[in-house]
């Protein structure tokens, strides 16, 4: 492991995510307006969606709206590089997941630890594939990898 060059990740942002919100809103409204209660329904999911759209989407997976580039070494450590200039020295922990085009990496600053969402398809093909081979194979102390069925 000792020669391979640090993967250069880009974190995704909320605005990634504003596409599968809609849709969930979507069905969430086609149910409300089939079920046998559609008046009580459908204004409790247009609250759900203004809430929800207004505040934090996802934030347990904690998507932002700067730009956040993670470069991770073989090693198991992490710089966190903002678009504000912030540079933040961390380490991989906790548990991972990963599937062909979505990772969730948790990320220890401290006592705290964060979990990011990469998505395949704003990566080259060549760190993403690393990213998933690095986390499969183990290499990371205190890591804990899950690969999802396609």
């Given at each position: ?144 990898y899950t690969d999802v069925a396609r």
């Amino acid at each position: 492991m000792e020669n391979n060059p640090p993967l250069k990740l880009r974190v995704s942002r909320r605005e990634d995510f504003a596409g599968l919100f809609y849709l969930l809103v979507s069905f969430c409204l086609a149910a409300a307006l089939f079920s046998s209660h559609p008046a009580i329904l459908v204004p409790l999911v247009m609250a759900f969606a203004l809430v929800m759209g207004n505040t934090h989407l996802l934030s347990f997976l904690r998507p932002t709206d700067q730009d956040l580039t993670l470069i991770i070494f073989s090693q198991g450590q992490v710089r966190v590089f903002s678009e504000t200039g912030q540079d933040i020295s961390a380490t991989l922990a906790g548990h991972h997941w990963c599937t062909q085009r979505v990772a969730v990496i948790g990320v220890r600053t401290g006592s705290r630890i964060n979990r990011f969402v990469l998505l395949a398809r704003q990566q080259d093909d060549d760190s993403f594939r690393r990213l998933r081979g690095w986390l499969k194979a183990g290499y990371f102390q205190g890591s804990v990898y899950t690969d999802v069925a396609r």
